[in-house]
C-alpha cells in the first residue's frame, strides 16, 4: 500500500538531511509500516517531505514529514516506532478532523479558533490554502487552533466565510496576540550588543510573534526608558516555530548581532522541531517602502562556512549606520 518512496537506502533529502543513509531508509520504513498497520493507502511525495493518504471524511489527507524526522532523530531508534506512532494518532484524529469541519461551515464559530502560522512556501503540500506573503519563501498560514493538534484552513473552506481578507488576517493575528506576549530573554553575544530571544514553551504559534514585533519593540520591560527600540527597524531570525530571535537596529552593533544570529538560526533550523528558515529577516522602519511586511536575508552553508547575502538595500542601511554610543 505505499508508493513513491524510492531508493530508501540512498542519500536523505534536504529536509531530512539530519538523517545518515542508514536511518533514513530506517525512517521512511517505519513511516510505512505504520500507516500499512492502520490499513491507509498513501504515496511519499520524498522531494516535498509529505505523505499523501488515501483517508475520507474530515482528518487531513496531506501530512507534512520533516517535524517527524527531527524527532526521530533526537530519540533512539527503538523510540521510534512509538514517536511515528503518536505523531500519526494526533495527525489522524478523527475527532478533530470533525470538529475543524464544523468550523469550516460557520464563521462565527471559527472566527475564535483561527490563528496565524509561519512557513516555508517550499514546505507546504500542494493542496490549496489560505495564505498571506509575509517576505520571499515566507508565508503565514490560516490555521484551526484545536486542542490536540494544528489543522490548515483549506481555501474552498475559508470561500462560505463572510469575510474579506483583511479582516480575516487580523481576527487571526490578534488571536495570537490575545495570548499575550512571550517570555523575552535578552542574551550578551559581544560588547554592549544584546539579541532578545522569544521563548513560546509549547505553543505552536511563538514564531507568528515575528508578524507584531513592534509590540516587544515598545515594550517598557524590555527597553527600558527610551521608550522605542530600532530606529531602522530589526533583523529577525525565525529558524522554528517556538523561537523568534531579534535584534533593534540603531547603530553598528547589529553587526555583531547579525553574526551571533547567523549561527543560531541555522543550528535551531537544522535541530527542530517545526523548523521554519534559517534565513535572517529585516523588519523595516514604518516609513520604508515595501511589498512585503519583511524582507530576506539569505545565508547559505558553502562547505564549512555560512554565507550571509542581504540585498543592496540593507548593504546601504549597514553603511549608514554610526558606532554604538560610547558607555558613561
Not at 487580523?170 to 488571536?175: G, I, K
Not at 519593540?217 to 531570525?237: C, H, K, P, R
Request: charged share 25%; net charge negative.
Amino acid at each position: 500500500m505505499t508508493s513513491g518512496i524510492g531508493d530508501t537506502a540512498g542519500k536523505a533529502p534536504d529536509w531530512a538531511s539530519m538523517f545518515v543513509a542508514e536511518e533514513w531508509a530506517r525512517f521512511i520504513t517505519t513511516l510505512a509500516a505504520d500507516l500499512d498497520r492502520r490499513g491507509i493507502k498513501h504515496r511519499f511525495d520524498i522531494d516535498t517531505g509529505c505523505v499523501h493518504c488515501d483517508v475520507a471524511g474530515s482528518v487531513p489527507n496531506v501530512l507534512g514529514l520533516q517535524n517527524l524526522a527531527q524527532v526521530c532523530r533526537g530519540r533512539p531508534r527503538e523510540a521510534w516506532a512509538e514517536a511515528v506512532r503518536h505523531h500519526f494518532d494526533v495527525a489522524l484524529d478523527v475527532k478533530d478532523g470533525r470538529a475543524a469541519e464544523e468550523l469550516a461551515r460557520d464563521w462565527s464559530l471559527a472566527r475564535e479558533k483561527v490563528k496565524l502560522r509561519l512557513y516555508r512556501e517550499e514546505s507546504l503540500p500542494e493542496v490549496p490554502l489560505v495564505t498571506w506573503h509575509v517576505a520571499d519563501g515566507l508565508v503565514a498560514v490560516l490555521t484551526f487552533d484545536l486542542p490536540a493538534t494544528v489543522i490548515s484552513v483549506r481555501a474552498s473552506d475559508r470561500e462560505t466565510w463572510a469575510v474579506d481578507d483583511e479582516e480575516l488576517y487580523e481576527t487571526a493575528l490578534d488571536n495570537v496576540r490575545n495570548e499575550g506576549l512571550l517570555d523575552a530573554n535578552k542574551i550578551e553575544v559581544g560588547a554592549a550588543t544584546n539579541v532578545v530571544v522569544l521563548e513560546g514553551g509549547r505553543t505552536f504559534f511563538a514564531a507568528s510573534h515575528a508578524l507584531f514585533l513592534e509590540d516587544y519593540l515598545m515594550n517598557e520591560s524590555l527597553v527600558g526608558t527610551a521608550g522605542f527600540q530600532g530606529e531602522y527597524g530589526a533583523v529577525i531570525a525565525i529558524p522554528q516555530r517556538h523561537v523568534v530571535i531579534y535584534h533593534p537596529i540603531d547603530d553598528l552593533r547589529v553587526v555583531a548581532a547579525i553574526q551571533s544570529m547567523l549561527v543560531t538560526a541555522a543550528n535551531m533550523y537544522a535541530e527542530g522541531p517545526g523548523s521554519i528558515s534559517p534565513d535572517l529577516y529585516w523588519l523595516p522602519p514604518d516609513d520604508h517602502d515595501t511589498e512585503d511586511l519583511l524582507v530576506r536575508l539569505p545565508c547559505e552553508r558553502v562547505d564549512d562556512a555560512l554565507r550571509f547575502m542581504p540585498p543592496p538595500e540593507f548593504l546601504a542601511l549597514l553603511e549608514s549606520l554610526g558606532p554604538a554610543p560610547e558607555r558613561h
